[in-house]
């Protein structure tokens, strides 16, 4: 790994840890973990991939002081003021990360797929989103692309219950799992972004 790759292009403030007495980790697992609390000041340290001036610039999520962050597997929003700009803040390890989206011209073909939440009853729609990769190779041109649900909606759709596909189905279960995996699924999209997999 590029020592430059973890660095981010902005330096105002570096990443935000989940837990203030979490042991520094060198390499995060990229596992996901439930999401915490951010302030306006932590969420805009969070980022890996924005400019100095673009973390100036975001404009807050609606309704960012009443977030129910307990329902939240990932926090992310568009930005009202730059047509085609969002944002995604990811538990990864023990921080939290955000990163710039910049969505894609085209429309994705009918009934495509969030590659994070994967629901096949999907209530929205879903659009090809591109990243800046962190540091250097960011800086060089280098992104990373996923389709994702419009608004970022995933963490709704991983809490709707599943119907019962047989007689002793756990449905509680079934919903923890679509859970951890869109965990899993957007810290890795993360990584991705950070160290280039
Ligand atoms: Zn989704």
Known sequence: MRPTDRSP?????????ASAVAAP?????????????????????SFTNATRREVADLTLPAGFDDLDWASLDLLGWRDPKYARRAYVVVPVGDEVVGVVLQQGTAAPRSRAQCTWCQDVTLPNDVAFFSARRSGAAGRAG????????????????VRVAPPVAYLGFDVEAAKASRVEALRERAAGFVGAVQNGV
């Open 25 to 45: 980790r060198r390499q995060p697992p990229q596992n996901g973990i439930a999401m915490i609390t951010l302030t306006d000041e932590t969420l805009r340290a």
């Open 142 to 157: 280098d992104t990373v692309g996923t389709l994702v649900c419009s608004d970022f909606q995933c963490s709704a759709n």
């Open 9 to 17: 292009v902005h330096d105002g403030g570096g990443r935000v840890t």
